[in-house]
């Protein structure tokens, strides 16, 4: 049944290609490509040009001198980083204790992330700073490096103060980060908390912000209006169909987040959300061709 319910929607969506066109939905690689190589790393970004993605995603945390570094965690993982000297981490360490020399002695590329078995290792990989990925980006030699976006989010926690600078100062320092690279256009800054948001908006108009949401059925219109953003990037699980078009018909762009397999695919190119971040950008590019929908 749920094979037979695969292959029409495939079917839907092939004839209205044909009919209309085809509708691109550009692909983001979630923490570059999680799914295939460590996370948030300049090997998965570049994993992720290769294929031919439209947006690097990734995360900032920002160290205890104040350089804006990637990394999902506030704090070093010792499921995916190996401390100094190769040593196996007891607990997680904060970014906010540690200086930009100190946390490029951790490898987060040794070990395998056991939720990803594809996930190559790449021994010695260290934790990038933004300032590094664009440098990298710019000096690609992969095709879809001269127009990749950006969606960088800041990981904020506001019942955990200490764990990240406040809203303001966080905003400011990815601001002059985006500044030196000439990126306020083609990056988009997002967070589940709006603060960031408002105040990125504040010192650069031109950057794009989405609103970021989790596990509820929330209304577009409503969680748009207070941060003010761009896009909504919804949990792909708590959207439908008819919320999609009611948000599009705001003027608000839908991205979901994170989507891993072909069912999950079909039914959000079903919904008509405009892009889809995935652990795997490869898989999902191959997929939207055999589609006829890229």
């Known amino acids: 049944m749920k094979k037979t319910a695969l292959a029409l929607i495939a079917l839907i969506l092939a004839a209205s290609a044909s009919a209309e066109g085809v509708r691109r939905v550009w692909v983001e690689g979630h923490r570059g490509s999680r799914g295939t190589h460590p996370e948030n790393t300049l090997p998965a970004f570049d994993e992720a040009l290769r294929a031919g993605v439209e947006v690097l995603e990734l995360d900032m945390g920002v160290t205890k001198d104040n350089i ?54 790449v ?36 019942g955990e103060p ?18 030196k690279h000439g990126m306020e256009k083609r990056t988009v800054v997002q967070s589940f908390d709006y603060r960031p948001l408002l105040e990125i908006k504040k010192i650069s108009p031109s950057v794009k912000t989405a609103q970021l949401t989790a596990e509820n059925l929330l209304d577009p219109d409503s969680v748009m209006r207070g941060s003010g953003a761009d896009i909504w990037s919804p949990y792909f699980k708590w959207i439908n169909g008819d919320v999609v078009k009611k948000a599009q018909k705001s003027g608000i762009t839908v991205v979901p987040w994170t989507l891993n397999s072909e069912e999950e695919w079909d039914r959000a190119v079903s919904y008509g959300v405009d892009g889809i971040i995935t652990d795997y950008p490869a898989k999902l590019i191959d997929h939207l061709k055999k589609r006829k929908l890229r």
């Open 68 to 121: 804006v570094v990637v990394s999902h965690d506030p704090q070093v993982n010792p499921l995916i980083c190996l401390g100094p000297g190769g040593a196996r981490l007891e607990k997680p360490v904060p970014l906010r204790s540690l200086t930009l020399k100190e946390l490029k002695e951790y490898d987060c590329g040794s070990l395998k992330n056991p939720r990803f078995p594809e996930q190559a290792q």
């Open 123 to 158: 021994p010695g990989t260290r934790t990038p700073t933004l300032d590094e990925v664009f440098a990298y980006v710019k000096n690609s030699t992969q095709p879809a490096a001269a127009r990749v976006r950006f969606n960088i989010e800041t990981k904020i926690f506001p």
């Open 162 to 179: 200490l764990a990240s600078p406040p809203p303001d100062e966080f905003a400011r320092l990815v601001a002059t980060v985006l500044r």
